[in-house]
């Protein structure tokens, strides 16, 4: 496992870190209120994202991973479930686009959901990867979807044109065309099967993934609703402020959510050679993420105000504080991410959709109250407090699924 999750989580980190490369050369360039604007627009559009899959993704993971065999049969029926959840999504932000984005030039919040469908296929193709363990296919699709991205942002850059216009179109650009060339390189590679389309088999793997759906977009609206929340409430120039912290949050959160997609194959495999073989896989997923979280929670944390003064320059020096909460909060969600992607393992996928409804409810009255009286620091910590009660309630779910194995 250590091996996969190393090949796995260098993939992810390269992708990881050229993204936050480029937010930290953003963020030095922009205002720090039309970084506060763009930190919304992609935050507001990633809250959208688990429209698109429903759940499909983690439910690719946990079936191939029995089964890698299951995923010629399934990659056309997801990859349709993806185009047709996508059109609606972006319908709806259409009807409803005056409430999303209050201010002048919406446009910038439509190109943000354009980069973020872009961005939701690469998505799904390095899932297919992932749940088969091919490695080889997922580095080229990486390496193909970032390419173009960071090659057009560092011509903004050469050429001195760096504004929040230029940089929400070239995202845009860049994901479309990333998602593309992931597309033709992963069809390329990918098995064919002589059994035709079926529509049929498509709703039955919506259904399949529904609980999973309900359960990350939950999920999902407690990671992002701090932003909403906050340029809401405080501004885009408080946002500016918690986004440097939280691009730095957001990168190490990256290393457990890394870890679970290589795990979650392994322990579904495990479940099925019984609960010795389980709970041993289990210790080891523990073992690696106190390690890294450990290490990070010690460097983080004493060294916040110097990352973000190194990163993103003295007029954020105001997010150190920030900063050195959210640590706190990524040591929590090393844990949590496990016990929420183990959810799907033991098959308690609705239990989970409660627990992330429980969570969600309890997040929505932290931020709106920490965030009135505290700002960015209050939405700090109401990340941190959000985290430690997803993980309470994974953990009572986990233990008691665990003794009927």
Known sequence: MI?????????????????FILNILIARKLLVSDFGLLTYALSAANLLYVFTEMGVSTYLLKEVGKNPEKISDLWREAIFIKLALSFLVFASALLF?????????????????????????VDL????????HDFYIAAKIVIASRFLLVSAVALLFLTDRVSITNVILVYLLGSTAGALLSGFVFARHVKSTDKPFDFKDSIELFWRAFPLGIANIFGMAYFRIDTIILTWIRGSAETGIYGAAFRVYE???AVPSALMVV???????????GKVKLLRTVKTVL????????????AGYFGAEKIISML???????????????????TAAFFSTIFTYMMAVVDKQNRHALNQGITLAISLLLNFILIYRYGALGAAWAVLLTQVTILALSLVTYGKRIKTI
């Not at 686009?97 to 296929?121: D, E, T």
């Not at 193709?125 to 088969?132: E, G, H, S, V």
């Not at 579904?268 to 050679?273: H, I, P, T």
């Not at 993103?312 to 990524?330: D, H, K, M, P, T």
Request: aromatic fraction near 14%; hydrophobic fraction near 55%; include cysteine.
């Open 97 to 121: 686009l005056g409430h999303l984005w209050p201010w002048s030039r919406p446009w910038i919040f439509l190109a943000a959901l354009g980069w973020m469908f872009g961005n939701s296929l």
């Open 312 to 330: 993103f320059g003295e007029r954020y020096a105001q997010s150190g504080s920030v900063l050195q909460i959210l640590v706190i909060a990524n």
């Open 3 to 19: 091996k996969a999750f190393t090949k796995r989580f260098s993939l992810d980190a390269l992708s990881r870190i050229i993204t």
């Open 287 to 298: 073992l690696i993420s106190a390690v890294i979280s450990s290490a990070w929670l010690i």
């Open 251 to 253: 990168m190490v959160f």
């Open 125 to 132: 193709y390095q899932t297919f990867c992932n749940a088969m």
């Open 263 to 273: 795990a979650t194959p392994m322990l579904s495999k495990a479940l099925q050679e």
